[in-house]
Nanobody
């Protein structure tokens, strides 16, 4: 059974930092691009960041550029999202997602991802 388990969310003041992790079990991610998405209350799920299977290509949504950094450790089968200078508008449930095996390339489209985590809440107070 494939599982993606996010951790590292919480409550932080504006300007603070959090590091999200996504541990994957039941399959290897070494040949899959990975992504982070988020959903704020009353809004649709939106793309945050994606990384290709070799960490050679990363893409970010404009609002998190220069604040968030996506990374991965294929040996640990884990995806990360370092979030700095957090803003109240970053408040959302954050989801990690994995493309299918051999889905090498980064994608900002949720429909390209096969497996999803349950999400972790990030709340940024002003």
């Amino acid at each position: 059974q494939v599982q993606l388990v996010e951790s590292g969310g919480g409550l932080v003041q504006a300007g603070g930092s959090l590091r999200l992790s996504c541990a994957v079990s039941g399959r290897t991610i070494e040949k899959s691009a990975m992504g982070w998405f988020r959903q704020a209350p009353g809004k649709e799920r939106e793309f945050v960041s994606t990384i290709n299977y070799k960490s050679a290509d990363t893409i970010y949504t404009h609002s998190v550029l220069d604040r968030f950094t996506i990374s991965r450790d294929n040996a640990k089968n884990t995806l990360y999202l370092q979030m700095n200078n957090l803003k109240p508008e970053d408040t959302a449930v954050y989801y990690c997602a994995a493309r299918s095996p051999l889905g090498f390339y980064s994608s900002r489209w949720a429909s390209d991802y096969l497996d999803w985590g349950q999400g972790t809440q990030v709340t940024v107070s002003s």
